[in-house]
């Protein structure tokens, strides 16, 4: 009987949370088509934090929707924790999506819901149970600063206040990824900077990736890792 063990101390490269591989995106047809993504490889790995930047119109907002399965990929590869999305079903997109929490620029909560409702919301196409459910919206709205004020309605909070309960809402859920377009925009300095600690900190203990769009240089240093993008293209800087 042979005794050969195969060798298991060579390190396994983990697999990438993102992997994007010669990605191109357009709109429109014929004569009218533009392409708007050219040519993008991008690698994110498990609990990485990154920003990603450029002028206006340079496609982060495209990039970011692919990544978030909001939109289906043309040519090339997008896979996001081990999926590929190019040619994937309908319902192969939901299951990605379900895995991923978004945070927008506008905080889209609804003004007639409460903050614990807001959130509770995000977990209605989660099998969990009312006592679990409970748990963690309190949970994460003590995380976010928001012990005191979960049963507020947005008119009754600040902008600050109405951010974090966008975050606390694609938090609960417990996503693997973390989509943010210009979560700050809106909010003063030191606003748009608590809420992106918090955002940071969450996503850390959780072993969560962050990919954030945003223009504010004031929160650049947060982040792992900086990319650049200029007329759809990652271009070094």
Excluded: W
Excluded at 26 to 44: C, M, P, S, T
Excluded at 152 to 181: F, N
């Amino acid at each position: 009987m042979s005794s050969h063990v195969a060798s298991t101390d060579r390190p396994i490269a983990a697999q990438p949370t993102i992997a994007v591989t010669h990605l191109n995106h357009y709109y429109g047809q014929g004569n009218l088509q533009k392409q708007i993504l050219f040519d993008l490889n991008l690698r994110i790995d498990r609990g990485e934090i990154v920003i990603l930047t450029g002028p206006s119109g340079s496609g982060k907002t495209t990039l970011l929707t692919l990544i978030g399965s909001l939109r289906s990929p043309q040519t090339g590869s997008l896979q996001i924790l081990g999926q590929e999305l190019l040619h994937a079903t309908p319902a192969t997109m939901t299951l990605i999506r379900r895995r991923i929490g978004y945070i927008f620029q506008a905080h889209n909560l609804l003004n007639f819901l409460t903050a614990y409702q807001n959130v509770e919301m995000a977990l209605e196409i989660h099998d969990i149970s009312a006592t679990e459910a409970d748990r963690r919206i309190q949970d994460i709205l003590t995380a976010v600063g928001l012990a005191q004020r979960m049963h507020h309605y947005p008119s009754e909070l600040s902008g600050g206040q109405k951010q974090r309960v966008a975050i606390a809402r694609a938090l609960v859920s417990q996503p693997q990824i973390i989509l943010a377009d210009e979560p700050t925009a809106a909010l003063d300095k030191q606003s748009g900077r608590d809420v992106v600690e918090i955002m940071e900190k969450l996503a850390k203990e959780r072993g969560c990736t962050i990919l954030l769009v945003t223009h504010d240089n004031r929160i650049l240093d947060l982040a792992d890792r900086i990319l650049y993008m200029e007329d759809g293209q990652l271009v070094d800087r």
